[in-house]
Structure formats: C-alpha cells, structure tokens
C-alpha cells in the first residue's frame, strides 16, 4: 500500500498525466508500471510534457506560441463571411418593396375564414 500512496503523491505532482488517461492514450496501470520500472525522477517523464513545477502561465504560453496565426487568420475571415452571408439570408429589408406593409389585425372568433 505504501507504493501505491507514492505512487498517488507522484501523480498529484505531474496533473498532466491526467489528460493521457482522459484521452485514453495511457492508463493508470501503465503509468504506475513505467513509476515502478524507472522511478519518479526518470526523464521518460519529459515523453509525457510533464514539469515538475507546473505553472499555468508557462503552459499557456507554449499554448500560444504553438498557434500557427496565418490558420486562425483564413479561420476568423470565413467564419466571418459565414456570418455576413447569414444575416444577409435573414436580413429584413422593407425598402426593397415599395408596397406599405399593412397592420395585422387579427380575425375575429365567431367568423369562420371563408365567411
């Protein structure tokens, strides 16, 4: 038991072994075979991008630096022409006709429609 609670202490170090298992890439046993085979220390840690101090702004700045800008570019400008192209479907342009749109008035109850 007292290698398993290692075991938990090292995995609540390295979060992001989390994710592998979440996306089915590794499961626990085989983390905690590779944790027995080599140790805590060993750099088959770095495979898996995992630091020993975590720090969410490093990790968001790899984040962006991974971004490839001339993608989200070409990404934003057809989301973009998508957008223009649906409000241009559902724009409600009364100019183009010249005809006065008349008031609803609704029918009363005791008529029937052909009445």
Excluded: C
Aim: aromatic letters at 14%; hydrophobic letters at 30%.
């Amino acid at each position: 038991m007292k290698r398993i609670d290692e075991f938990k202490t090292f995995v609540r170090s390295k979060p992001n072994l989390i994710n592998y298992v979440r996306n089915n890439e590794m499961t626990w046993q085989k983390f905690y075979e590779l944790w027995d085979l080599y140790g805590p220390d060993h750099e088959i840690w770095q495979k898996y991008n995992v630091s020993t101090n975590a720090n969410p702004v490093e990790e968001f700045t790899r984040m962006i630096k991974n971004i490839d800008m001339d993608s989200l570019r070409r990404n934003i400008g057809t989301i973009q022409k998508g957008i223009s192209l649906f409000q241009e479907l559902f724009k409600k342009d009364n100019s183009e006709t010249n005809e006065p749109k008349e008031p609803y008035t609704p029918r009363p109850l005791y008529r029937r429609f052909d009445d």
